[in-house]
């Protein structure tokens, strides 16, 4: 089962890391046989610092997650806490600092909110089918 929808992913200069891309890029034979198709699917990223280019980490890996078959689910301003300004719409964030500070409190709530949206979206495709 693929679980990179529940991981902190890296931001590095504004887009993934080189090690989810080397997963991602892995994912192929998954891909022919279609096994992904139809899975719920949300982005989740992290940076050092304010401007790290966590929303276009996040719009980027939408791309891959499209041609692999996710049903994407983004955060919208669904919660609270992402119209304060914790995470964005795209997907959840988190700003560790040069100390790799571990999310705050804001920042988990919006994340365990997005993953309660994929959850409710996945059980209801595995509802449909």
């Not at 304010?50 to 041609?67: D, F, K, Q, W």
């Not at 365990?112 to 059980?123: F, I, L, Y």
Request: include cysteine; charge should be positive.
């Amino acid at each position: 089962m693929c679980r990179w929808n529940h991981i902190w992913h890296p931001t590095r200069f504004g887009n993934t890391s080189a090690e989810l891309k080397a997963f991602i890029d892995s994912l192929g034979g998954l891909w022919f046989q279609g096994k992904l198709n139809g899975k719920a699917a949300g982005a989740f990223t992290s940076t050092a610092g304010p401007h790290g280019g966590n929303e276009a980490t996040v719009i980027s890996l939408y791309i891959p997650m499209a041609h692999l078959g996710f049903i994407i689910v983004p955060n919208g301003y669904t919660h609270e806490k992402l119209v304060q300004g914790h995470g964005t719409p795209y997907g959840s964030s988190s700003i560790s600092g040069q100390n790799n500070a571990p999310p705050t409190k804001d920042e988990l709530e919006v994340a365990k909110h997005q993953g309660a949206r994929v959850t409710q979206v996945a059980a209801a495709l595995k509802t449909a089918r």
